[in-house]
């Protein structure tokens, strides 16, 4: 039986509070009701998701459930170890047959209400009290699990509720590509923890969709420069099917990311700087981001770092040598990076694949987030965030776990960075509710990534 994802309320075509132009954005798209009403119906029912962590499923009968808005669909990793995703939805009366994650008991799928279940292929496999019903009831294509499109790519399930949607390779070009040549594939959890922010999922996300808020957000990135820090130094790139990249324009081999100057600008290395005065400056960076957010440096990063000060032979770049020290200790602890090449351009930089994912990599490592509206509030929403790196081949952990909820502000629980950035979304939504607020204006080019997210959204809007 095919599956309908159609309750037409808005005539196809009529997108309220449309894009008009790419520098400005309705504050209505972020609290109105009929806007969040729209994306429930044509935005989350047909667009490829990151639904779980592979290794939040390592092994066959392990599930996840994955909520959006009011569906929910079950992640199952099968005996041959691939995966299916089925909604959760009994059907007998339609109660919800997981909840959470965990493993299934006996590989079966079980309604705590009459008890049917389903294998892990979504077969019916038990019928509690089948003489009661007219075979018409029982039609075995019908009793089985109704499956929601799958694939993986990524260390990820991703899902798609769409029958019709295009595969996922062809939804995910051309970012797959540039993420795969930093090793994403090869990334694993380090650690995985969750907030609710009082929202707009889109308000929220645009908080990392331009790096230009370093300078009054994040003071410590900038190494004392304040109002001088650049604001311009990453190179943006809108994708026509609202992907995103973000890279940097330095020499990455250099560990450019961190020199915080742009290209060109004649002072990337002073003519007074000591080789001493650049490794000092480098390591500081790298521990500013470790300390600041435990992601994309980590600590063994910095030890590699740090045990190169002051053995640098004069006149050679600290940063180049420190780069390729990290690949030699990956190389030695087995650890598999992606060679260098062009993907390390996205080093400190970031990928956001459209409508709600994002990655930052750094050397072996990355940040995550997958941001989603939480409950039925157009301003509520649940923000998760990994630290991903990549492990030694064979070391790798096992399954995934996500360490908790935690409040925005917690300091035990969220480095400085993320709090920094969570500080500005519930103010920024409540600001929206300003009578003197009619829309944002975004600036031409660093902004740009915001705008051609809005405008994919409306294409998907518009039916
Ligand atoms: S509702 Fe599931 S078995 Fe009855
Ligand atoms: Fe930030």
Known sequence: MAITNERPTTAPGRVPFAMQDPLHVPRERYYDREFFELEKERLWPRVWQMACRLEEIPDPGDFVEYEICDQSILIVRQLDHSVKAFYNACRHRGVELCKGSGRLPHGQIQCPFHGWRWNLDGTSSFLYGKEGFAPECLDPADVRLQECRVETWGGCAWINMDPNARPLAEALSPVAALLDAVGFGNMRVWWWKETILRANWKTAQEAFHEGW???????????????????????????????????????????????????????????????????????????????????????????????????????????????????????????????????????????????????????????????????????????????????????EPGRARLAGRFAHDDADHWGLIPRQDFSNIERQQRGLHSRSFRSMRLATEWERAISNMHEELDRYLAG
């Open 213 to 395: 808020h370093v300078m009054r957000t994040h003071p410590q990135l900038t190494m004392g420069q304040g109002e001088a820090y650049p604001p311009g130094i990453p190179e943006y790139t809108a994708f026509e099917n609202g992907h995103a990249r973000f890279q940097s324009r330095v020499d990455a081999s250099r560990g450019g990311v961190f020199r915080g100057r742009p290209e060109g600008s004649g002072d990337e290395v002073a003519v007074e700087d000591t080789e001493d005065r650049a490794a000092d400056e480098f390591i500081e960076r790298n521990r500013i981001l470790w300390e600041g957010q435990d992601a994309m440096v980590l600590e063994r990063d910095l030890r590699v770092f740090e045990g190169l000060r002051h053995r640098v032979p004069p006149g050679e770049d600290f940063a180049t040598a420190a780069i390729a020290a990290l690949f030699e200790y990956a190389r030695g602890a087995g650890i598999p990076m992606a060679p260098p090449g062009e993907g390390m351009r996205l080093w400190g930089g970031e990928i956001f694949v459209f409508p709600n994912f994002f990655v930052l990599p750094m050397y072996a490592n990355a940040l995550s987030y997958r941001i989603r509206p939480y409950g039925d509030d157009p301003e509520c929403c649940r923000f998760e965030v990994w630290s991903l790196t990549t492990y030694p081949e064979g070391s």
